[in-house]
């Protein structure tokens, strides 16, 4: 019985944390950027007819003026704004742009949860568990199952097919068609929301053919032919009309750009190795999973061959997608669930035979520790960083809440800076144009002829800017108008490490627990700090550091 409690207790907490994540940090990146206003400009404007369709696009909707370097699928902001809409009808003044990345974040959640029951079959109960502990520690997953990229649009989608490429006892009958719908579903997340997904199906095609688990003409075949269907049909038809284009496959597109003619390169490249010896170590964030765990799996005998078939297929997909020089940790994040598995089985075995030999007994209670010290890691030090690193949202808040005096203004003219567009400024943070008092309009222009112009800055009531940085100096040489700094917005700028009888600030821990909790949360927050400096640390702690980001300037007549 205390068994089944564990296991549900860590099998709610996914989508606990993953929802937790989301209101400390609900801000977005100017990578999640294209599906946030997607989302925001079907909510928003909502979608036109054919006969009017390009004229209403272009003048509304945001992706005509910022298209980005490759065009990017409709489908999942479509989906996302579809499920918020009842919400928007229960509560108009609910945050839409949290609403959307809820929805996501549980898919993910769901998902993750899916799996973790799919090992509960294939390897039991004390399996689970030890996957569900890991997984729940990991940072990267949970903080970014809400985010709205790309990437976490198809992550759902390839959990979910790992999850029925587990094998059940019992269930032998049923486990071809398993494959079947596995492979259908990576086929159309790869074609929909991310080509690299292409790699990852061939290689788990490959892996289950070799191995026996399927057949081409029987299952290979048909599903890749209805895969292929469902996500060319989707996307060419959704995405050829948000974009005015037809035929376009967004993902052929991009496909094209960054691979084929090698324009993810500029933003970057990295060693061959890059992925295992920086990406997975830090995705996994707790060591013991690939230091300990993983090896142990597949030392034994009894562990080895379900050890293989989880990450024989990911970690060839690794290698493959190595040859490509620039890397990100997102673009291998898929592999993650079987990895943890992998690694679960192998802290199984150690548990269940702690009390056959001192090794086995240390190595459990250091499987044990090792979450909590990860789970610690990753809520009180990653996730307030992270949290802290948005300062163009939290600039835009500050404008709008304590510094325009709209008494007397019928239009307010705001610049939003590259920055601040970077680090969190999104259209559901702006005013809607058709408030009934004061209008806001805002420009993101970012060409550098025309903000050599005077003309240009002296439109502008406010301007968010860089706080140090080649827009203010624009800004004051070139303005006809005098500009004051109102207010300067930190951000995040490392770690600072408190030597004994030092005053902790703790400010962006504060400001995140006044979020969730109020003052009172902030209150036992402190007592416990000083408890744990006083009796564990004897006076040493590590807060975050803060630095000036964004600066509010007012134009003074």
Same mark, same amino acid.
């Given at each position: ?8 207790? *860590?099998? *709610? ?12 940090? &609900?801000?977005?990146?100017?990578? @999640? ?24 696009? $272009? @003048?509304? %909707? ?6 980005? =370097? ?9 989906? *996302? ?11 108009? +003044?609910?945050?839409? $742009? ?16 899916? %799996? ?9 109960? &004390? ?26 649009? !198809? ?33 159309? =997340? ?59 496959? &967004? ?31 830090? *995705? ?8 300990? /765990? ?39 994040? %898929? ?68 510094? =325009? ?5 019928? #239009? ?11 680090? /969190? ?20 222009? @970012? ?14 009531? %406010? ?8 827009? #203010? ?5 070139? !303005?006809?108008?005098?500009?004051? +700094? ?6 995040? =700028? ?7 009888? #030092? ?22 927050? @402190? ?19 803060? #630095? ?10």
């Amino acid at each position: 019985m205390g068994r089944d409690i564990v296991f549900l207790f *860590l099998f *709610l907490l996914i989508p606990g944390l993953v929802l937790l994540h989301l209101l400390v940090a &609900p801000y977005t990146k100017v990578e @999640e950027s294209f599906h946030v206003q997607a989302i925001h400009d079907i909510e928003t404007y909502g979608i036109p007819s054919l006969d009017e369709a390009t004229n209403y696009l $272009q @003048e509304h %909707y945001d992706h005509f003026k910022f298209p980005g =370097a490759v065009p990017r699928t409709f489908i999942g902001a479509l989906v *996302l704004s579809g499920l918020s809409r009842p919400f928007i009808w229960l509560n108009e +003044n609910a945050d839409r $742009q949290v609403f959307a990345r809820a929805i996501l974040g549980l898919f993910n959640a769901s998902a993750l949860m899916s %799996y973790a029951s799919g090992i509960e079959r294939a390897f039991g109960q &004390p399996t689970a568990i030890w996957y569900l502990f890991f997984q729940t520690s990991q940072f990267h997953v949970l903080y970014y199952a809400s985010r709205t990229l790309s990437n976490m649009f !198809a992550f759902g989608i390839s959990t979910l097919a790992m999850r029925f490429l587990l094998f059940e006892p019992g269930v032998r009958h049923k486990h071809r068609a398993q494959c079947r719908f596995s492979l259908c579903l990576l086929t159309v =997340a790869g074609i929909i929301f991310r080509s690299e997904l292409a790699l990852f199906l061939a290689t788990h095609t490959l892996f289950l053919l070799l191995t026996g688990r399927v057949s081409l003409l029987r299952d290979v075949i048909p599903a890749g032919i209805l895969g292929l269907s469902i996500g060319l049909v989707s996307t060419v038809f959704v995405d050829s009309f948000f974009w005015q284009q037809f035929p376009l496959w &967004p993902e052929l597109a991009a496909f094209k750009f960054n691979v084929v003619s090698g324009g993810a390169s500029a933003w970057g490249t990295q060693p061959w190795h890059f992925y295992f010896s920086n990406s997975i170590p830090r *995705l996994l964030l707790n060591p013991c999973t690939y230091l300990i /765990g993983i090896p142990v799996a597949f030392s034994l005998s009894s562990t080895r061959a379900a050890t293989a078939y989880l990450l024989t297929p990911s970690l060839a997909f690794v290698a493959l997608f190595s040859s490509q020089p620039h890397k990100e940790w997102r673009f291998i994040l %898929y592999v993650i669930p079987p990895l943890t598995a992998a690694a679960a089985l192998g802290a199984s075995y150690i548990w269940t035979h702690r009390t056959k030999s001192i090794i086995y007994r240390l190595l459990s209670i250091v499987m044990v520790l090792s979450p909590l010290a990860s789970f610690a890691i990753s809520t009180f030090v990653l996730l307030p960083s992270s949290a802290a690193n948005y300062p163009g949202a939290h600039a835009l808040r500050a404008l709008h809440e304590n510094h =325009a005096d709209t008494s007397s203004q019928s #239009e307010v003219s705001v610049y939003l800076g590259n920055l601040a567009c970077q680090t /969190g400024v999104t259209r559901f943070l702006q005013v809607p144009s058709n408030t009934p008092s004061t209008v806001w309009k805002y420009d993101k222009t @970012e060409d550098e002829t025309i903000k050599s112009s005077s003309t240009f800055w002296n439109q502008f009531d %406010y301007a968010l800017i860089e706080a140090v940085g080649p827009e #203010e100096c624009k800004l004051t040489s070139w !303005a006809v108008s005098r500009w004051e +700094n109102v207010e300067l917005i930190n951000g995040f =700028a490392g770690i600072r490490v408190l030597r004994p009888g #030092e005053k902790a600030k703790g400010s962006v821990e504060e400001s995140a627990l006044r979020r969730l909790g109020g003052e009172r949360a902030i209150g036992a927050w @402190e007592k416990g700090r000083e408890l744990v400096r006083r009796v564990v640390t004897r006076g040493w702690w590590v807060e975050l550091r803060m #630095e000036p980001r964004i600066k509010i300037m007012r134009r003074v007549e």
